[in-house]
């Protein structure tokens, strides 16, 4: 289980009700995840975990990591789970990927059967979706098997000590073509009035604006009690 929830990042004002409901949706469904920040401590792998705690009940979590050549910890067949990248970075730690892993990771993704949950070091979506695919070589066609890309900014004078963690933005992927990527804004935080703003709705989701409102409003309600 994750450290912090969905519902602890929105009473901490990581994001908003509307952007949790919107994450754990997304779980439910199996969509693929990518979460991206520029500084180290910046909340992208606690959102990622709060996150997946949405999936359904049972869903196989499989972390991959170079010490478990020559599969990586995928499963062959698919189960059905999520693929946990817990960084695409060139290091030397074995849980974080770069190169001809992390492309192996993205054509297993191709038949359906997984999904994908991963962390990487960017600015916004467009650097995040370079690194993806100038970086580590990743096709178009399965680099926008991503569905989610959230954007996640740490504030304060000091990213060692952050005074404050915000989902600044919240894209929809619906597509890559020719290396440009198409991405609808679902969700934003606007700094100057610091107030979060609902932008656009999920085209991919089966959950409709009722079910997502609804949604929503458990999140809210839980600021309460």
Not at 95 to 113: D, K, M, T
Not at 175 to 203: C, K, Y
Not at 214 to 219: N, R, S, Y
């Amino acid at each position: 289980m994750a450290e912090l929830s969905l519902g602890d990042l929105v009473a901490n004002r990581t994001m908003s009700p509307e952007m949790a409901a919107t994450l754990a949706a997304a779980a439910r469904e199996r969509r693929s995840l990518l979460f991206f920040a520029i500084p180290r401590l910046a909340g992208k792998t606690t959102t990622m975990l709060a996150t997946l705690d949405h999936a359904p009940e049972g869903t196989p979590i499989h972390e991959l990591s170079t010490e478990t050549e020559p599969d990586l910890s995928i499963p062959d067949p698919p189960d059905g789970g999520y693929l946990v990248m817990h960084e695409i970075a060139q290091t030397d730690f074995p849980h974080y990927l770069w190169g001809e892993p992390v492309r192996r990771v993205f054509e297993a993704l191709r038949g359906g059967g997984l999904s994908l949950a991963t962390v990487l070091h960017a600015g916004g979506y467009e650097e995040a979706f370079s690194i993806i695919l100038e970086g580590n070589e990743v096709p178009d066609a399965d680099a926008a098997l991503i569905d989610y890309a959230v954007h996640i900014r740490s504030l304060g004078p000091d990213w060692r000590e952050p005074t404050r963690r915000v989902v600044v933005e919240l894209h929809e992927v619906t597509g890559i073509g020719n290396g440009v990527v198409e991405a609808t804004l679902l969700h934003r935080w606007d700094e100057v009035q610091d107030r979060f703003e609902v932008v656009g709705e999920p085209s991919l989701l089966a959950s409709g604006a009722a079910a997502l409102g609804e949604l929503a409003e458990q999140f809210r309600r839980r600021l309460d009690e």
